[in-house]
């Protein structure tokens, strides 16, 4: 009897802990990538929302040697895979920076830079 009892209750607390892990708000998450290959640079920024209903917007720019090169603007909800390419030529260094707003809330990204 001991047993049964001791066997429900691990039943029962591994089915709360599921629970609680199924109704969690995942974390805001902003992932950039620059990356240089040839004669082309590819900018990607992955933005994961808190909810899938959050909408986001975007406005990166690709600076070469501090100077404003191309920019771009894209939108999704929830999750948004951003992603841009532009030519690059060498001798110079370039930097990704982006403003990202989810639902009114405004974001900036740490700049990342790659020297061609």
């Not at 640079?41 to 959050?54: G, K, L, Q």
């Amino acid at each position: 009897m001991k047993k049964r009892v001791l066997i429900f209750t691990l039943l029962l607390a591994t089915l709360f802990t599921v629970a609680a892990q199924a109704i969690s708000t995942r974390a805001t998450t902003f992932i950039p990538t620059l990356s240089i290959s040839g004669k082309m640079a590819t900018c990607v920024i992955d933005i994961i929302a808190d909810t899938s209903n959050d909408d986001i917007y975007v406005e990166a720019e690709l600076l070469q040697d501090g100077h404003s090169y191309r920019s771009w603007t894209g939108s999704g909800t929830g999750r948004l895979h951003f992603s841009r390419v532009a030519t690059v030529t060498k001798g110079h260094t370039y930097t990704l920076t982006a403003d990202i707003t989810i639902n009114g809330k405004e974001y900036s990204i740490k700049p990342i830079s790659e020297d061609y």
